[in-house]
């Protein structure tokens, strides 16, 4: 953008960095005479006080500050990072700053334009245009009532119009999509210019561009109209506030709108959905499996396996071959195998062969694990991936480990014990730990406030905690003891979960970004921020090259932790996100929501594939069986509901055509899919896991209303 180049320019040779300025003309070819040049014309008159009267050149003036803000932060970087501040300061005309945007620089586009009375009007006026045009423009142009609306009202309260806003929010409230209630209800609130400063909600609106996704044919139909009724105020806000995504093709259908908009931030843009996304899965380690009928022979002294030809069975050979779409296997650094996790991938493969495949004839039996009595408020479950402890959060600050199977929770000795062992002896790791501290339940104390996730390392040594007192803990399983406390997220942490592979973690906050960690590092290693709203649930996909985090702003984004950019937003949900799952072959993630539905996605064409719906309330658990056949979701509505997974994703139309247009024909088959729905007496369902033999645990705390 040649403007903000200008004023990054001129910034610089004002502060005598001439070094600088060289360098970036010379990568933006631009050289001393246009600079002068550019200033007066009127590509950059805008910056220095343009016809377009005083709201250009207060703009000029803002960019310009905005500009030495942000230098201020970037003075020793190369020109380039300067030039990138400045580039996000400057997008869109809104400031788009990811921490705290310059309220009266963001609430100052909101200058007086139109005449006050005359809103309803206008509004009333395109109402009434749009309500009147064909069917098929119909559905596509209603999408501009709900941001035009939020809009205007806005502008009128900025300005002081204190009874116009008033009048025009009660008069056009009613009519917009009932899935905006909760964003209408805080608007509402705003009645003077005094609340819109630091009003969150407020900001985000104005921040970010609401994206709409129309036709060419409809965006003509409604430029021409605004045009030739003079509508300068509507069309304003249109240019200002909207991003228009337009497409080429036929309009869409009302329903295929309906299931994609939703969001704080209307749809996400298609270039959003572009880019590559290894979805595919690593190739596992080859190391050898013992043949079933030689199990018992097949243990020698220490308890290791002998090699062996490794079975040829599905499992065996289904992982040596490389998958066209997975990552490359030194994508991102993986912690090496320690001979204990091969033990258990051998332990694995050995209850993976006698999996019971399920289907619709063939459906998982169901465990409850019922907290009775948890008065101290059950907020977060998680069970080990073999199914040998399960750990609860509470919103007293405890964390509590239970074993689910005979053998009791012990600690390791204390070190004047341990010297006395022989360390060379078959049996040390039994030796080392301590008979006296066997118990079935261990507690750990050491948060200020409720703990909101728990999760437990694929090698079963770690456990990870998060709470409302703003960290992430890190307990030993051997001690009992917490090792570490990760302090970074400055608000409460909604939810923590460790890499399918360990070493590293993800966390997501009411400070709407999500923190990428390693278990040995203080600081987090990425940050990933975008959303709106707090992140509320964080997934790793299985191949742990990309993590899923749902938000309050209804919307789900995947992250390249190579890079940390967003490669995927999904919008569709009409509520806060509280449950995400990845299917076993990577392709393909479910999202659970308040709104009670389940969205299926097609990672690869960054698709919406399908809709279950069933549940009447929150969705607080989704999960996949070992091989992707059923996938369950529990609810706050206290039932567990298994649904057909092969079928749903089968013969899905993912052409270019779908991909590029976003026209999404979802069947309305959920009832086919449902196979089975199974209620508890009082208990919202608040996690589920399939065992490696595919019985289904689920787990939630009793509540007696």
Not at 54 to 74: K, W
Not at 372 to 400: E, H, K, P, W
């Amino acid at each position: 953008d040649r403007q903000t180049l200008v004023a990054v320019l001129q910034f610089l040779r004002r502060s005598n960095l001439r070094e600088s300025e060289e360098i970036l003309r010379r990568e933006a070819r631009l050289l001393g005479d246009d600079l002068g040049a550019a200033a007066l014309s009127p590509a950059g008159a805008g910056l220095l006080g343009a016809p377009g009267g005083d709201a250009d050149s207060a703009g000029g003036e803002a960019l310009l500050s905005r500009v030495t803000a942000a230098a201020a932060i970037a003075i020793g970087g190369s020109a380039a990072t300067l030039l990138l501040y400045a580039n996000a300061f400057a997008v869109g005309g809104g400031v788009v700053v990811e921490d705290q945007p310059d309220v009266s620089a963001v609430l100052s586009a909101y200058n007086q334009q139109g005449d006050p009375t005359l809103y309803e009007e206008y509004y009333s006026g395109l109402k009434h245009f749009i309500e009147c045009s064909l069917d098929c423009h119909r559905a596509e142009l209603s999408q501009l009532f709900y941001p035009l609306f939020v809009h205007m009202y806005l502008e009128l309260v900025y300005n002081q119009h204190e009874s116009e806003a008033k009048s025009f929010f009660e008069r056009f409230h009613g009519d917009q999509e009932c899935y905006y209630q909760d964003d209408l209800r805080v608007l509402s609130s705003l009645t003077k210019k005094e609340h819109m400063k630091g009003n969150e909600t407020m900001l985000d609106f104005r921040t970010s561009k609401f994206v709409l996704r129309i036709s060419r044919d409809s965006y003509q139909l409604l430029k021409r109209h605004l045009q030739e009724k003079q509508n300068n105020q509507i069309w304003n806000i249109v240019q200002e506030h909207l991003y228009i995504d337009i497409f080429d093709g036929m309009p869409r259908s009302k329903q295929q709108i309906d299931a994609m908009v939703g969001s704080l931030a209307g749809e996400a843009k298609r270039e959003a959905n572009k880019a590559k996304v290894f979805f595919g899965l690593l190739k596992e380690p080859e190391f050898d499996v013992p043949l079933d009928d030689e199990d018992e022979e097949g243990e020698n002294e220490e308890g290791k396996p002998k090699k062996k030809k490794p079975k040829k069975d599905s499992v065996g050979s289904k992982s040596k071959k490389q998958d066209p779409n997975a990552p490359p296997q030194n994508r991102i650094p993986l912690p090496e195998l320690k001979d204990s996790d091969k033990l258990d991938k051998v332990m694995n493969m050995k209850e993976a062969a006698r999996r019971v495949r399920l289907g619709p004839e063939c459906l998982p039996s169901i465990c409850f694990y019922t907290f009775l009595n948890a008065y101290q408020g059950l907020t977060a479950v998680d069970i080990t991936d073999d199914s040998s402890m399960i750990v609860g959060g509470f919103a007293d600050s405890t964390v509590r480990v239970w074993s689910v199977t005979p053998k009791k929770l012990r600690s390791v000795k204390t070190a004047a014990d341990l010297s006395l062992i022989d360390k060379e002896s078959d049996d040390v790791l039994e030796r080392i730990m301590d008979e006296k501290t066997a118990s079935e339940l261990k507690i750990l104390y050491g948060h200020s406030g409720p703990v909101y996730g728990t999760s437990f390392s694929p090698d079963r040594n770690y456990l990870l905690s998060c709470s409302e007192d703003g960290t992430v803990r890190l307990w030993s399983l051997q001690t009992f003891t917490c090792l570490v406390g990760y302090k970074g997220h400055n608000y409460p942490v909604w939810d923590t979960q460790f890499s399918p592979y360990g070493y590293y973690f993800v966390s997501g906050g009411h400070d709407r970004v999500a923190r990428l960690w390693a278990t040995d590092h203080y600081q987090p290693l990425r940050i990933f921020a975008g959303h709106l709203a707090d992140v509320t649930c964080t997934r790793f996909h299985p191949n742990s090259n990309y993590v899923a985090t749902g938000s309050a702003d209804r919307t789900i984004r995947l992250w390249d932790v190579l890079n940390g950019n967003c490669v995927r937003i999904f919008t569709g949900h009409k509520g806060p996100i509280h449950s995400l799952a990845f299917s076993p072959n990577g392709r393909f993630l479910a999202t659970g929501a308040t709104d009670g539905r389940v969205l299926l996605w097609d990672i690869g064409h960054g698709l919406m594939v399908g809709e279950l719906k069933g549940h009447t309330d929150t969705i607080y658990a989704l999960r996949f069986s070992r091989d992707g056949e059923i996938l369950a979701s529990g609810s706050m509505d206290n039932t567990v509901r298994l649904w057909d997974a092969v079928k749903a994703f089968e013969d899905l139309e993912t052409d270019d055509f779908t991909t590029a247009t976003g026209h999404i024909n979802l069947p309305e088959n959920s009832q086919d899919l449902l196979l089975g729905t199974y209620m508890t007496k009082s208990t919202p369902v608040v996690h589920l896991h399939f065992t490696r033999r595919n019985l289904l645990l689920a787990a939630g705390a009793y509540s007696s209303q």
